[in-house]
């Protein structure tokens, strides 16, 4: 990234290991939202010219004498790495709540360059991030553990109980993985919502068998069809998985008494303020929570999940392109043309 929506494909010196660290030959690399936000909006953590890239699976082509490496995982292992990189000592983390790191960093930004690129140097501090593949598990498909292990966090902040009713706003790969999800937590109703009829379009043809209905959010944004499916009385478990501040909103309106609200999708950091009802919180005694990031066992998780589910969760990724057309790539995600889109080396 040269600067904003400027990409340019270049050959750039092999990354130096780091005695503590590894050296992965890229198979394949996610474009995350976070990814797309930088590269539309910009961010000074990615300070141009910068590789970004912060869901990579390949080959650990090389391990520095010094590294220290999970149980399991070996040079030569093809691994997925996960992309929050934490310091292992802070109270959060001795918790085991490792995406609230108190120190946390994120693979991918500053100081550490990404992995859309054919070689990308894994540093020290995350070596304990290297899971091993499965040995049949497409790698294109294996990007998708970093942020199916985020879209996990925020079904278990949702705590769906048996025959809840469950909405979804936005139907991007994150609304795709919490429907397959919410039903296998034993909703009762699974609908899902969003403002592109394209993108609700691509979203059933992946994981409609998951999904009871599902409608384009109007000038309402989508109230008056998740009461009409509830008899007026709301859903129990609502998630809000896109960026949205009319959708943040919707979300309250939405709720039954005493729902869950989950805010999963931040707002963009130079307008992060929303508007929003609170007589709907006091009235209805709602819980609005927030879900960020993914832990070491969410990831561990989400590995055997997609293992197991692959044919039902790999029409989740619907695009793939070479390196040298990661412009395209970029904006197939701007375009809304496609769920989850991979960038192959």
Not at 34 to 52: K, S
Not at 60 to 86: C, N, Y
Request: aromatic letters at 6%; one cysteine or more.
């Amino acid at each position: 990234m040269t600067a904003r929506n400027t990409v340019e494909v270049r050959e750039a010196d092999e990354p130096e290991l780091d005695p503590g660290g590894a050296i992965l030959r890229v198979e394949a690399c996610g474009i995350c939202g976070t990814d797309a936000r930088t590269f539309f909006n910009g961010d000074p953590r990615a300070p141009a010219p910068w590789i970004l890239g912060h869901e990579p699976v390949g080959i650990l082509e090389r391990v520095g004498p010094d590294a220290l490496l999970p149980q399991g995982v070996k040079a030569g292992d093809r691994v997925f790495l996960g992309s929050i990189l934490t310091c292992g000592q802070c109270r959060q983390c001795m918790d085991g709540f490792q995406n609230l790191c108190e120190h946390h960093l994120l693979y991918g930004y500053d100081p550490f360059p990404g992995a859309y690129a054919e070689l990308a140097a894994v540093p020290p501090i995350a070596t304990k991030n290297l899971i091993p593949l499965p040995h049949d598990l497409p790698s294109d498909l294996a990007t998708v553990v970093d942020p199916f292990a985020c879209a996990l966090n925020g079904i278990e902040v949702l705590d769906i109980g048996l025959g809840d009713t469950v909405v979804i706003l936005g139907a991007g790969p994150i609304g795709c993985w919490q429907s397959v999800m919410a039903r296998d937590q034993g909703a009762g109703k699974v609908f899902l919502c969003d403002l592109n009829r394209h993108r609700l379009d691509l979203a059933l043809d992946a994981v409609g068998g998951f999904v009871d209905d599902a409608w384009v959010a109007g000038e309402d944004n989508g109230i008056a069809d998740l009461m009409a499916h509830t008899g007026g009385a709301g859903a129990e478990r609502i998630s809000v998985a896109a960026p949205s501040k009319q959708a943040q909103q919707a979300a309250l309106e939405m709720a039954g008494r005493r729902a869950r609200v989950v805010y999963f999708a931040g707002l963009p950091k130079h307008d992060p303020v929303s508007q929003l009802d609170m007589n709907q919180l006091h009235y209805k005694e709602l819980a609005i929570l927030g879900a960020y990031g993914a832990t070491h066992r969410q990831y561990r998780i989400t590995m055997d999940y997609l293992s197991r589910r692959r044919s039902e969760l790999a029409p989740v990724v619907t695009h793939r392109f070479p390196l040298d057309k990661i412009d395209q790539a970029f904006e197939t995600i701007r375009s809304g043309a496609g769920l989850k889109t991979v960038v192959v080396p």
